[in-house]
């Protein structure tokens, strides 16, 4: 429905802007067109009055795509990318997406990379920074990367063993992902150009995104926040705000005199805000639960500094969903049977 309506907007851009070429053309093609009714003595007189009529249709024009052009990138920044890019005109700049995404070999793992890969191709201005948490960069990652059809970069470095989750161990026992968030930050302070602006944001492969929260966090000066659904055994955690619209407190259960009592998918980094404080990173000795605070304290952030979105954080546009580990019973006893699945075939 979505991509319906957009395309229904950018015919009806085109049709204005048909129209009121042909309309400018037949008007400006009437009776005086010709030579033979206009006296010798007035044609420069009239060829000066037709080309002032030329330049203001012109103005007019532009004045038209520029209205449309405006409207569709507030509405559908890709569906505005495609109608500048046709029409020869240059793309207001807005602040590129950082998102840094751990990732580990199971059987789920591509199946969680392809469902990111359909939301973030039709986010603007978005780089993704897959970090996978392993000694050496997989064929699976790279190839998959290789043909998603976005602007990447391929990282990885493997979690201690200090600190690695055990086979069958709790997921809440140790923190997840850190080391390949930090290596992430590394990258973008190292080789984004100083003048770039940008939006750093930790989007985990077992979540599910709502493209609007791609649009409201580009706004990030500081550090933007909103709810997160499923999570903490609740239906969603999120901010509360006091009556000045500020960030108070937390709708949690579990220990909510946390700094940042958020989940990771909850909050967004200005690019700016890394630069001032270059050396902030997450710190994967935290205990349970502070690991989104060990980042923001280091970051010199306060409550009252916080940036609330999401209809001021009543909206839930982000789901920690997690995929179900898939039960190979089947495929179990098809590999007693010396019959396993062709191996040939990537899941």
Known sequence: MRRILRNRIIFIAYFIVSTGSIIWLVSTCGPGCTTEHVGGDSMADYYKHELERTRANVRQTEKKIRTITQT???????????????LGIE?????TIYAITPTYTRPVQKAELVRLTQTFLHVSNFHWIV????????????????????????????????????????????????????????????????AEEGVVYFADDDNTYS??????????????????????GLRFERPLLNDAGKV????????????FAMDMAGFAVSLKLFRQQPHARFDITSRRGYVESSLLVQL????????PLAEKCSKVLVWHTRTEK??????????????????????
């Open 72 to 86: 569709l990138n507030k509405q559908y920044a890709k569906a505005a990318d495609a109608v500048n890019e046709i």
């Open 91 to 95: 793309s207001p700049q807005i602040p």
């Open 131 to 194: 970090v996978e948490d392993s000694e050496r960069k997989t064929q699976l990652v790279s190839r998959f990367l290789t043909n998603s059809g976005l602007p990447y970069t391929h990282l990885n470095v493997k979690t201690t063993d200090e600190y690695k989750l055990k086979e069958n161990e709790a997921s809440w026992r140790k923190p997840r992902g850190v080391d390949q968030r930090n290596i992430g930050v590394d990258w973008i302070l190292e080789n984004v150009p100083q």
């Open 211 to 232: 493209l609007q929260i791609f649009d409201e966090m580009r706004t990030t000066q500081k550090v933007s926040v909103w709810p997160v659904g499923l999570v903490g």
């Open 248 to 259: 108070s407190s937390w709708y949690t259960v579990w220990e909510p005199n946390r700094p």
């Open 300 to 307: 010199g952030i306060r409550k009252e500094d916080l940036e």
């Open 326 to 347: 898939p039960k190979w019973k089947q495929e179990d006893k098809l590999i007693t049977l010396g019959k396993p699945s062709d191996p040939r075939i990537e899941v």
